[in-house]
């Protein structure tokens, strides 16, 4: 069952369409570029652990962490989720039935 004739649906395309033309934006295509990310301050630490590998002595735990933070910045959400997951199931422990 049509709501509309065929001419009110006519009237109402054309009516609903005659305001439609989008208006055109003035962009600066210069502004349009991705802006310039910033070296991450966990790639800064290892480019000065590079110069002077003597910065690990007494800071071994923090360079560890440095490294795996560092690594996680450079790949995709997705694979990042993904070790996650593969983290947290290895960690999980199972208890036996009936505790």
Not at 40 to 67: T, Y
Request: hydrophobic residues 30%; glycine residues 4%; contains cysteine.
């Amino acid at each position: 069952m049509l709501r509309f004739t065929e001419e009110e649906f006519q009237a109402f395309s054309e009516r609903r369409n005659k305001g439609r033309s989008r208006p055109k934006t003035k962009k600066d295509p210069f502004l349009s570029l991705a802006p310039v990310k910033e070296v991450s301050p966990h790639a800064k630490a290892l480019a000065a652990l590079a110069k002077n590998p003597d910065l690990r002595d007494g800071n071994c735990e923090h360079f560890e962490q440095v490294f795996i933070f560092d690594y996680f910045e450079r790949k995709p959400l997705t694979s990042m989720s993904c070790c996650m997951q593969r983290l947290t199931e290895g960690n999980v422990q199972k208890q036996p039935p009936g505790k």
